[in-house]
């Protein structure tokens, strides 16, 4: 059986990675399985466990680190974020693409471990729409924005890293993209 894709999504809090990965998240043609990060930040309103995020506490996660059960970890705005490494090589191996949706760091440790991961960066239209879709989603407290805006900034330096950039004006078209991408690679990787 052929191996699935490892295929990474980044791009500044609250462009609307999760919203674009709704639309093409159950197409069946497109084989996916999304990787779901261990975090140690409190759940959001809806957020569930085991679904969203595995959440967890700091001593858990550091000892998962200890442990090397983790593909990739980056601290984020205060918090542990981490791709537990079990699922991924076994979906891959059942020939499912796994998608990662992660920040910039984390996807640099995972180009270094796999360097055919298929890459792509999420923008904005503008830093001006993307201010104002955290703060629509009133999902953290003042604070915890401004943080994730200055985050946003150094992230957006890091777009070049990515082999395929997408901007998320109208997040149906972003995700026909996406799609197109991925299906765009499953016929010609692993070949
Ligand atoms: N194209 C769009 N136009 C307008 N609003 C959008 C668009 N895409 C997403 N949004 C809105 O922006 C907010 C942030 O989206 P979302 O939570 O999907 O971002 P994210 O990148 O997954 O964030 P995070 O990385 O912080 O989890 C949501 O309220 C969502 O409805
Ligand atoms: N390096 C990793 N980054 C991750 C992982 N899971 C999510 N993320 C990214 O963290 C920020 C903040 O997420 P939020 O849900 O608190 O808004 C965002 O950019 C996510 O994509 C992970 O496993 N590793």
Known sequence: ???????IISGPSGVGKGTVRNYFMNDASLKLAYSISMTTRSPRAGEQ??????????????EAIQHGELLEWAEFVGNYYGTP????EKLRNEGKNVLLEIEVQGATQVKEKCPDALTIFIIPPSMEELENRIRGRR????????????????????????KYIVCND?????AELISSIIRRHMETDNK
Do not use: C, H, W
Request: hydrophobic share 35%; proline share 4%.
């Open 1 to 7: 059986m052929k191996k699935g894709l490892l295929i």
């Open 49 to 62: 466990d085991g679904v969203d995020y595995i959440f967890t506490t700091k001593e858990k996660f550091e």
């Open 85 to 88: 490494m079990s699922q991924v």
């Open 139 to 162: 999902s953290e407290p003042e604070e915890v924005v401004q943080q994730r805006l200055a985050k946003a900034g150094k992230e957006m330096k890091m777009v070049n890293n990515y």
């Open 170 to 174: 109208d997040p149906k078209l972003a």
